[in-house]
């Protein structure tokens, strides 16, 4: 069997300027999450002034049956080093 592995990517799929677009990309995370089998967060400074990445987050800690599935990563890691999530 293949090991298929899907990625969202929130940097990509919300999108920062359609009021009507970002909205229901949110209302969709629970849905995303709940599918999922682990998080990474890849972070910057910046990431905890975005309400929907505190959102995503405190969903995977409800939503999760391993909470602890959750790994933070900061931007200035080496690419290469996220091939061992």
Known sequence: LL???KFWIDQVCVHPT???VKS????????????SKQ???IWDDTYWQ???CIYE???????????????F?????????LSSF
């Open 24 to 35: 229901q990309t949110l209302q969709a995370i629970p849905a995303f999450v709940a599918q």
């Open 18 to 20: 359609n009021a009507e």
């Open 39 to 41: 998080m990474l967060v």
């Open 50 to 52: 975005r309400l929907w």
């Open 73 to 81: 990563v900061p931007t200035w890691m080496p690419l290469w080093v």
């Open 57 to 71: 987050v405190a969903i995977w800690v409800k939503a999760s049956s391993a909470p602890q599935a959750i790994r």
């Open 3 to 5: 090991d298929c592995r």
